[in-house]
Structures are given as C-alpha cells and as structure tokens.
C-alpha cells in the first residue's frame, strides 16, 4: 500500500476517534439531562476504533494512535522508517476532528457544559482530573492502561489469534480502559487524542499535555518488549 494512502487512513481513522470520543464527550456527557455519562463516553471511543479497524485496517493497520505505533514498532510488527509520518498524520488528523468538535460545540445559543465544566474533554491530573486525583495517580494510570491496551492489540493481532475478531477485541479493551481510567485523566492513552482537544481548550490542558505523550510512550514500549518475549515461540 502507498504511504499517502497509509498516513490518509491514519488521518481520517484519528479523525474520527477524536470526533467520536471526545464529541461523545463535549457534546452529549457534558449535559445532564442526556445522560451518556462515562459509560457512553467509554463505549463511543471503543466504537470509534472499533469501527475504523474495519474500514481502514487493512490500509494502515489502523493505529490512529503515536503510543500504539511505538508499541508495535518495539514489538517488531512496524517499521521504524515509518513511525515519524504516522504520528504526524495521526496527530494532525486529531487536531481537524477538534477543530469540526468546536466548530459543532460552539454553534448552539445556550449555556455549553462542553466547554464550562468538561474542558472540551481535555486530559488533566489534579485539579483538573474529574476525580481530582494527583500526578502520580495520572500518571502510573496512563502508564499502565496504555500497557494493557498494547497487549491486548499485540496479542489480538497475533498471526496466531482467532482470525477477524482484532477489531472486537481492541475496540472493547479501550471501552474497558476508559470506563477505569475515565474519572483519573479523562483517559488519554493517545498523545493524539489528548492533543487534539488541548490545542482547543488552550492553558491547563496545554500545560499537562506533557503527561499524555509521555506516560502513553512509556507504557507502550513496556508493552512491545514484554510482548516480545510473551509471544515468542519458543
């Protein structure tokens, strides 16, 4: 596959993650009365990858993530000459499904919660942790929870593994992850997804965004040397 069509899938896919998830967010959790709450916000991001895996996986791989390319790429499953264009076309892709968020999230003449009081779905510790929860709670969270995603991508993508159930599988892992981590961080485990809201709301969640590459990365290249080993034959 060309690499224009391979980076073209990893912006549309993250486009849609970020518009998906994050909309589900800003656009109906934040407001009361339509009560997706966690729950809906957690299933819309395992349906946005769900979905994408399916439509684009066999172009891309469907990573739509920087940690996930770094994990596979450690893990031995992709090309490091590769790794750089995926992570700029997937946080680019990040910041237009943003971008359409605030133009959508913008456009109605009431009060707008989205904005007020969810920090248009932004990632933070501390204060703006939606539980309050502190620096080392976010970030031993987001370690671990992007370790765990990895290994299940790993493992689901496996040549060994049921054939056609990766998408299942993957999409309901990050439903699990968010309905855990949700109430920490707002759940990042994609510096893409983070970046794309931050850019937006500006200040704090600029200020933070540090965490969200840096704890994804780490948890993720744990994930592709453990897998390394844990899925050798031996």
């Not at 996986?57 to 790429?73: D, E, R, Y």
């Not at 987001?142 to 496996?158: C, K």
Request: net charge neutral; with cysteine.
């Amino acid at each position: 596959m060309a690499m224009s069509k391979k980076l073209g899938a990893e912006f549309i896919g993250t486009f849609w993650l970020v518009l998906g998830g994050c909309g589900s967010a800003v656009l109906a959790a934040a407001f009361p009365d339509l009560g997706i709450g966690f729950l809906g916000v957690a299933l819309a991001f395992g349906l946005t990858v769900l979905t994408m895996a399916f439509a684009i996986g066999h172009i891309s791989g469907c990573h739509l993530n920087p940690a996930v390319s770094v994990g596979l790429m450690i893990g031995g499953r992709f090309p490091a000459n590769e790794l750089i264009p995926y992570v700029i076309a997937q946080v680019l892709g990040g910041i237009a499904g943003g971008v359409v968020l605030y133009v959508i999230a913008s456009g109605t003449f009431g009060p707008n919660p989205g904005f007020e009081t969810a920090g248009f779905a932004s990632n933070g510790f501390g204060e703006h942790s939606p539980g309050g929860y502190n620096l080392t709670s976010a970030l031993v969270c987001e370690i671990v929870m992007t370790f765990m995603f990895l290994i299940i991508i790993l493992g689901a993508t496996d040549k060994r593994a049921p054939a056609g159930l990766a998408p299942v599988a993957i999409g309901l892992g990050l439903t699990l992850i968010h309905l855990i981590s949700i109430p920490v961080t707002n759940t990042s485990v994609n510096p893409a997804r983070s970046t794309g809201v931050a850019v937006i709301e500006g200040g704090w969640a600029i200020s933070q965004l540090w965490l969200f590459w840096l704890a994804p990365i780490v948890g993720a290249a744990l994930a592709g040397l453990v897998y390394k080993w844990l899925g050798r034959e031996d």
